[in-house]
């Protein structure tokens, strides 16, 4: 009603113009069509024109102000778009979808889509039976079919292409059953250097300062990998491989105190630090918070500074691949307790 009104108020307004200049009526008529419907076009560039009933109203309020033989360059409506409107008032006037329920088997429950995704996701190896079957036991009873079309949707290959483990996933399982070693030199006061022979544990992340000397050999570094698989006890048999560069220090006799136990030696490539970037890291940290902060003056000066920072590391410093604990922590966290502040 009220949009009828406003249409036939606007038909009177613009017959005012027609009666004083009725030559220059049609032209200024169909001027103003083309502006507005220059406006519309600037208002919906990204994508398909669409008239609001303000434009509408507009337009048919100006064409009584057009000769009938200008409309079909001046109008956007071409006589095939009333019946186009026709046809979708027709389908909308007998559309009873909302009123019915839709035929065929109910959709499936979210939480259901959730639990298939969440199984497949967790558990690479298992198929759309597996998948089935794991949902049954939990009271859900759904179809392998429909199992197949949950994973299909989501872009999830089945069980035999589906994507495995990461990297990083990988590497972890398998750290445990690595160590690194590596040399570490010491500048002391008076320029002269020292080395230290330094073994990592890749699953704990465990330091091991094995010895400090000032003239490594071949002998002395097998006497200490003897004294680590002494310290180590148990978990040197735990052990797989051990990392280590292309040093001439390190011998067929320290490759065997190691093969004693079953473990393989394995060397990294000349001059490729990365492919033994964990302990090269654990040393790292060492120099920036120990070595660097000290002076060093002799070798029993620097056994006093290693030894009792690779206690702190393997006792109190966090560490990011362990969810921000040390070494030999057990996994949980000490709780946290209000300050006192009386």
């Known amino acids: 009603m009220i949009v009828s009104l406003v249409y036939q108020v606007t038909r009177k307004l613009l017959s005012i113009p027609a009666v004083l200049l009725p030559r220059r009526m049609a032209r200024d008529a169909e001027l103003l069509v083309l502006r507005h419907e220059n406006a519309v076009l600037h208002r919906q560039l990204a994508g398909r024109v669409r ?29 095939g778009t009333l019946p186009g409107w026709h046809r979708r008032l027709v389908a909308r006037r007998w559309d009873y979808s909302e009123c019915r329920s839709r035929p065929g088997r109910p959709a499936t429950a979210e939480a259901v889509k959730k639990a298939v995704l969440r199984l497949a996701r967790e558990n690479p190896r ?72 330094v073994f990592l544990e890749h699953g704990t992340r465990r330091l091991h300062i094995a010895g400090v000397t000032a003239h490594p050999t071949a002998r002395w570094t097998v006497q200490q990998a003897g004294d680590l698989a002494v310290e180590m006890g148990e978990r040197f048999e735990s052990l797989r491989s051990v990392i280590r560069d ?70 109190h410093r966090p560490h990011q691949a362990r969810g921000q604990l040390p070494p030999l922590a057990d996994g949980q966290t000490a709780p946290l307790t209000a300050p006192n502040y009386r």
Not at 52 to 79: G, H, K, M, N, Y
Not at 129 to 146: D, K, V
Not at 250 to 271: G, L, N, Q
Not at 282 to 300: F, K, N, S, Y
Request: proline share 5%; hydrophobic share 40%.
């Open 246 to 315: 292309r040093d001439g220090k390190y011998t067929e006799s320290f490759d065997a105190v190691f093969a004693a136990e079953d473990i393989e030696t394995m060397k990294t490539a000349p001059r490729s630090p990365r492919m033994n970037a964990h302990c090269e890291r654990a040393i790292g940290t060492l120099r920036c918070e120990a070595l660097d902060q000290v002076l060093i003056w002799h070798e029993t000066h620097a056994r006093h500074v290693l030894e009792p920072y690779a206690r702190h590391y393997n006792r």
């Open 51 to 79: 008239y609001e009933w303000a434009d509408r109203l507009w337009f048919a309020a100006l064409s009584s102000r057009i000769p009938r033989c200008r409309w079909a360059q001046v109008f956007p409506v071409t006589p």
């Open 126 to 197: 298992w198929g759309c039976r597996r998948i089935q079957g794991e949902l049954a036991r939990l009271g859900h009873r759904i179809g392998a079919s429909t199992v197949r079309k949950i994973l299909t949707a989501a872009g999830v290959d089945p069980a035999p292409r589906r994507s495995g483990p990461t990297w990083r996933k990988f590497l972890t399982s398998q750290a445990e059953a690595f160590i690194a070693c590596d040399f570490l030199h010491l500048d002391l006061v008076d320029l002269r250097r020292v080395y230290a022979l």
